[in-house]
């Protein structure tokens, strides 16, 4: 119990946005993807995901870990099946905003998104790293009562203390999520597996390094430095203990730096790519289309569309 406590102390949780909605007519994502962690309660109507055959229902609440791209279906019969990107213009064709009160009210099938952060050590992301899939959590109304007064919280006009509530609400999100894990025992193993970074200071040091200096020299020769092993040895260590080499760890932190300067600034794409590590904007583009799958400017495009 102390290890599963040591994790959770770890993890920090950002909360990202919130939203009601109700399903206009049936449609099908072919590839939803977010960097982060994504919950759907469904309150009236059904969701399928992935090839499962059993849909989530009423009272259940679907979880896609961040960094992992799922096919989504809302609803039965016919239906439109298209990209994400397209789903983002066309969102209120499928999916229509509606407020809390009128969750109460509307008799369509409807559902309450939520998305955050996880990271262990500000720098990991947690659920995503244990390389587990989307899974239905039936059953809990803890879970589902904490999803509904964080979508109530963030709707709500400005009222004192209504940061420091969210945090706290998403924070008793994550936990709960964590505790339904060990209690069901989901992904015991991988849980255990996957997090030797807990266990490894020169791992961890690697880590803050490289959060710290996203922009910089990130070689194996300045890691080995960090974690005084030697420059042959540092690659092997680091994909011994995470699973992955250095290099793409590194692009994949970079990759996220980057989407999280799109979010929040109005840099140029050249700027960005500079900022986290790419001397060469071209190559920049390249990378990040080839693991996103849309150019970087698109992705700031949907990135500031309204959110469902």
Same mark, same amino acid.
């Given at each position: 119990?102390? /290890? /599963?406590?040591?994790?959770?102390?770890?993890?920090?949780?950002?909360?990202?946005?919130?939203?009601?909605?109700?399903? &206009?007519?049936?449609?099908?994502?072919?590839?939803?993807?977010?960097?982060? !962690?994504?919950?759907?309660? &469904?309150?009236?109507? $059904?969701?399928?995901?992935?090839?499962?055959?059993?849909? &989530?229902?009423?009272?259940?609440?679907?979880?896609?870990? *961040? *960094?992992?791209?799922?096919?989504?279906?809302?609803?039965?019969?016919?239906? !439109?099946?298209?990209?994400?990107?397209?789903?983002?213009?066309?969102?209120?064709?499928? @999916?229509?905003?509606?407020?809390?009160?009128?969750?109460?009210?509307?008799?369509?099938?409807?559902?309450?998104?939520?998305?955050?952060?996880?990271?262990?050590?500000?720098?990991?992301?947690?659920?995503?790293?244990?390389?587990?899939?989307?899974? &239905?959590?039936?059953?809990?109304?803890?879970?589902? /009562?904490?999803?509904? $007064?964080?979508?109530?919280?963030? $709707?709500?006009?400005?009222?004192? *203390?209504?940061?420091?509530?969210?945090?706290?609400?998403?924070?008793?999100?994550?936990?709960?999520?964590?505790?339904?894990?060990?209690?069901?025992? @989901?992904?015991?193993?991988?849980?255990?597996? !996957?997090?030797?970074?807990?266990?490894?200071?020169?791992?961890?040091?690697?880590?803050?390094?490289?959060?710290?200096?996203?922009?910089?020299?990130?070689?194996?020769?300045?890691?080995?430095?960090?974690? !005084?092993?030697?420059?042959?040895?540092?690659?092997?260590?680091?994909?011994?203990?995470? *699973?992955?080499?250095?290099?793409?760890?590194?692009?994949?932190?970079?990759?996220?730096?980057?989407?999280? @300067? @799109?979010?929040?600034?109005?840099?140029?794409?050249?700027?960005?790519?500079?900022?986290?590590?790419?001397?060469?904007?071209?190559?920049?583009?390249?990378?990040?289309?080839?693991?996103?799958?849309?150019?970087?400017?698109?992705?700031?495009?949907?990135?500031?569309?309204?959110?469902?």
């Amino acid at each position: 119990m102390e /290890y /599963y406590n040591k994790i959770v102390e770890s993890l920090g949780i950002r909360f990202s946005k919130a939203g009601n909605s109700k399903q &206009v007519k049936p449609f099908t994502i072919m590839d939803y993807y977010d960097v982060d !962690n994504t919950v759907i309660l &469904v309150h009236n109507g $059904e969701i399928f995901f992935d090839e499962e055959e059993e849909p &989530v229902r009423e009272g259940d609440i679907l979880f896609i870990p *961040g *960094g992992r791209a799922t096919k989504l279906t809302y609803g039965n019969g016919k239906k !439109n099946e298209m990209s994400y990107e397209d789903f983002k213009v066309d969102k209120r064709k499928y @999916l229509q905003s509606i407020s809390f009160h009128d969750l109460r009210e509307v008799r369509e099938e409807k559902f309450t998104t939520i998305t955050f952060e996880t990271k262990v050590f500000d720098v990991v992301n947690f659920f995503s790293s244990l390389s587990i899939p989307p899974f &239905v959590i039936k059953f809990n109304d803890k879970i589902a /009562y904490i999803i509904e $007064e964080l979508a109530k919280e963030s $709707e709500g006009t400005q009222q004192v *203390g209504k940061e420091r509530i969210i945090q706290v609400t998403a924070e008793s999100l994550v936990i709960e999520i964590v505790r339904h894990i060990l209690k069901n025992r @989901l992904f015991v193993e991988e849980l255990t597996t !996957n997090s030797t970074y807990f266990k490894d200071p020169r791992l961890i040091a690697m880590f803050n390094h490289i959060k710290q200096n996203i922009g910089g020299d990130l070689s194996n020769k300045v890691l080995a430095k960090v974690a !005084n092993v030697s420059e042959d040895y540092v690659g092997q260590y680091f994909k011994m203990l995470t *699973g992955i080499n250095p290099q793409d760890y590194i692009e994949y932190q970079r990759m996220e730096a980057a989407i999280n @300067l @799109l979010r929040t600034t109005k840099d140029s794409i050249r700027d960005i790519g500079r900022k986290v590590g790419y001397k060469d904007t071209a190559y920049f583009c390249r990378r990040f289309k080839m693991m996103y799958g849309i150019p970087a400017g698109k992705m700031r495009r949907r990135e500031t569309l309204i959110n469902v």
